[in-house]
Structure formats: structure tokens, C-alpha cells
């Protein structure tokens, strides 16, 4: 049985400390069971750059927890284990600054990316956002939806390859997982 996580953070701006929100979603045999997510107040008053893109402000977060205060149930859910995320360079970054800012230890995770994922799977696609991937497997986003990116991420993990009649078994998702170490 392969179990796994797949996480997405969105930003207020340029900067990986100004997290606004957090997706974990955990899977099970191939399964989700669960979604987790949280609005996260960055504390970055007046930069607000990237509302336009995931629809999350200031206003929207002014009440919610900062990083510190839900560190702990992320950090349970990440550590140790076999972690997705589409462009993880980005999301790991996040994760990695912002445990650093606050002097908090970073989840131990075997960090894969799906954005090199789908181009094994996937070698035709004109590019490989998040979006273009979804539409070709046929599932149906809100892009940078507080929910909608982490699941989209285990529907590529799960997806049915360019040339393959089934779903990647264990094996080959293990084999997959150790070779998309970052």
C-alpha cells in the first residue's frame, strides 16, 4: 500500500515567508482521506500582491493563525513521509523559510515533483502548469483554489500515463518516488 501527501502553499507576494494558505491532502492506497487547510496570516501588512491570483487578502486573514500556531498538526502530517507538490521547489521553499523564520524544525520529507512527473507521463503536453495537466487528465480545477491545487496534485500522481492502460501500481509509484527526490 502506498500512502503519500500531497501539499500546496499559496503567498501573498514574492516572498516564501508570506504564506496565506496551506493545503495538505492525504492519501491512502491510492485514496484521499482526508483534506486539510488552513488561511494562514502572513503579518505582511501591505504587500499583498498576489490576491488577483488566489482571491485571498488581507481582510481574509486577518483572524487566522499564524504559521507557529498550526506548525504543529503540518509538521504531523508531513514528516516522514513520501510528499507531492506541482513546482515543489516553490513549496518547499515556503515550507523551508518559513520553519526557518519562525526557528522551527523542518518536516523530513522525501519531497517529489509533479511538474517533472507529468512530463515523464505525459512527454506531448505543450507545457506543464497545473492547469494544462489537469484539463489533459480530465480533472476539473479552480487554480490556486485553497483546496483545489493539493488535490489536483494526487490526481497526477494517479494519473493513467501517455502509454499505459492503468493507474501506476506500488512499485512503480515507489520507483517514481525515489527517483523525483529534491
Partial sequence: MINYVTFDFETANKFSSSACAL?????????????HSWLINPEHENIWKFTFLHGISKDIVKDAPVFPEIYQEVFDLLDGKVAFAHNVQFNKKVLNELCTHFGLVVPNNQFNDTVSMARAKFPALQDYTLNTVSKFIKHDMSRHNLNSDAIAVHHIVEAKGQYRSEYFNDEELQKLSNMMIY
Avoid at 493545503?23 to 483534506?35: D, W, Y
Fill in 23 to 35: 493545503t495538505v491532502v492525504e492519501v491512502k492506497n491510492h485514496k484521499i482521506v482526508k483534506v
